[in-house]
């Protein structure tokens, strides 16, 4: 994950959420938004799902639980997820 | 136009009443389940042989049921030896309406009598150089009973294959293959036997444009490179890994574990997108994995095992471990301590199959000068089923023993700690 600076602002963690997930699985962030299917439309494995929540913990210094991970589809609903743990 | 029909027959993933119930509710990453989900390459390389002039339906039982009803020109099915019973069913419902099949694939290769006795035609070897002539003779209404492949293909004259075909099929995977052949010759495996020890090698830039051309007929495709141990010519991969750097994809590969003993080749890996490697562990006898090849390359290998995980997984990618079970000196004991070792080495996907006698392997030649072969139909050739006696196990106990086994591996307990394990990778890397 480049460090981009830690932004709180909504419109920021959304960006910067939509460029981990980009730079992980070599998708073009323009074709990212919040209604693509994580496992389905983006191909994520249970491997980038690691390596996507170890990089947002480690860049908001936050938790995520693996398990919420498996039941979240849309890339709307993780990047919710995040806010959610920033407030 | 004439319409060929080509095949891919419906496989079980076992046979087993106890293993399908354990797979069916087990929290097995789902890795495990869609790696080998996609299509295999041998039809969509004759698709690419097949002229314009003909057309093609393609179809995979697993996905979708053959029509019976329809009155191709000619059926191609392709097959390896748990599929063979299903394959040739579907050739004799064909043959009976009088229309002509070909069989093709491992199975047909390795058992060619057998296959000839269930088709009009059989393809045995690497089908680029035959299907062009098979298609002549049987517009000449020449077709013969088989045709064999005498010296192994040039792959650098391989034609790329029809990947658009597939497109609508939504596979997980798109399979990818830069070389054949494998010097290793293990006596379990038949890599060696049909293909050759000799390596041979598509030229990078043939490989760079089967990825351009998934990437134009797919959006964002993960791609698995189907060579039975892709990097034995270290400097072809690294010229290879250099090239697939800008198209910027995720990919799969199955290799050996000396790719730990090269750092220059990893941080390569690394680099152009390797998410995962299918590695061969087998076992950690080294008696055992002595018999295995005969020079013994495996055994060497087993007591750097641990480091050479570690070496790989530090690096952000996952090992897809390979394990058997039912060697000759195989116990409880020594089952679990195989279970032991994927637990402590922490191996991303840890898979554990039954020892298996397929047809073309030496394996099954030992076997059966000792009358261990078990009377069993190809269907349960799976590599979960046990389909020869066992020597300190009872065949029943085996079985038991490959469920056991993984359920202590695919546990929630473990499952969490490796992905603790993963993520202080991730968050150093």
Not at chain 1, 72 to 79: K, L, S
Not at chain 2, 90 to 111: A, D, M, N, W, Y
Not at chain 2, 247 to 254: E, G, K, V, Y
Request: with cysteine; hydrophobic share 35%; proline share 3%.
């Amino acid at each position: 994950m480049e460090k981009v600076g830690k932004n709180i602002n909504d419109e920021e963690i959304h960006k910067d959420i939509i460029k981990v997930l980009a730079k992980i699985t070599r998708i073009d962030a323009s074709s990212i938004n919040d209604d693509v299917l994580i496992r389905d439309e983006l191909g994520i494995d249970s491997l980038m799902g690691i390596e996507i929540i170890a990089k947002v913990e480690k860049y908001y210094n936050i938790h995520l639980e693996e398990s919420l991970l498996l039941e979240i589809n849309r890339v709307g609903d993780f990047i919710n997820l995040v806010k959610s743990k920033l407030k | 136009m004439p319409t060929i029909c080509f095949i891919n027959p419906k496989w079980q993933i076992c046979m087993d009443r106890e293993f399908n119930e354990f797979w069916r509710t087990t929290v097995t990453p789902n890795l495990i389940r869609n790696t080998y989900s996609g299509f295999g390459l041998s039809i969509l390389i004759l698709a690419a042989l097949t002229p314009q002039e003909y057309e093609i339906e393609i179809i995979d039982e697993n996905l979708h049921q053959v029509d019976f009803n329809k009155n191709y020109d000619l059926v191609a099915i392709t097959c390896c030896t748990q599929q063979a019973t299903r394959a040739y069913e579907i050739s004799k419902k064909f043959r009976q309406k009088e229309i002509k099949t070909v069989l093709g694939g491992i199975h047909p290769t390795v058992c060619s009598d057998e296959a000839s006795k269930n088709a009009d035609s059989v393809v045995v070897g690497e089908c680029e150089d035959l299907w062009p002539k098979l298609l002549r003779d049987f517009e000449a209404g020449e077709l013969k009973k088989s045709y064999k492949q005498k010296e192994l293909y040039d792959l650098k004259k391989a034609p790329l294959p029809r990947y658009d075909l597939i497109e609508y099929l939504n596979y997980k995977m798109f399979w990818i293959q830069t070389t054949r052949g494998c010097p290793h010759d293990c006596n379990f495996c038949v890599a060696s036997n049909i293909y050759g020890k000799r390596f041979r090698l598509k030229a990078v830039e043939q490989v760079v444009e089967e990825i351009k051309f998934i990437k134009s007929v797919k959006i964002n495709p993960k791609i698995s490179f189907a060579d039975d141990n892709m990097f034995v010519n270290k400097n072809y991969s690294k010229s290879l890994l250099e090239k697939i750097i800008p198209l910027n994809i995720r990919w799969f590969a199955q290799t050996d574990i000396s790719v730990a003993e090269d750092r220059e080749l990893l941080l390569l890996l690394k680099k152009s997108g390797c998410s995962i490697l299918f590695i061969g562990f087998e076992s950690l006898s080294v008696d055992e994995l002595k018999k295995t090849n005969k020079d013994n390359w495996k055994a060497k290998k087993v007591k750097y095992y641990e480091e050479y995980i570690h070496k790989i997984q530090s690096m952000g990618i996952g090992i897809f471990g390979a394990f058997m079970i039912g060697f000759d000196s195989d116990d409880v004991a020594s089952i679990n301590k195989t279970c032991d070792f994927i637990k402590e080495s922490k191996i991303y996907a840890p898979q554990i199959s039954v020892l298996t006698p397929y047809p073309g392997c030496a394996l099954r030649e030992q076997l059966a000068s000792q009358n261990r072969i078990l009377d069993k139909d190809w269907n349960y050739y799976t590599g979960l089923d046990v389909t020869f006696k066992p020597n300190r196990l009872s065949e029943k106990e085996l079985q038991g023993q490959l469920v056991s086994s993984l359920k202590s591996i695919y546990n929630r307990e473990h499952l969490e700690k490796n992905i603790r394990y993963f993520k202080d990778i991730f968050k150093n890397n």
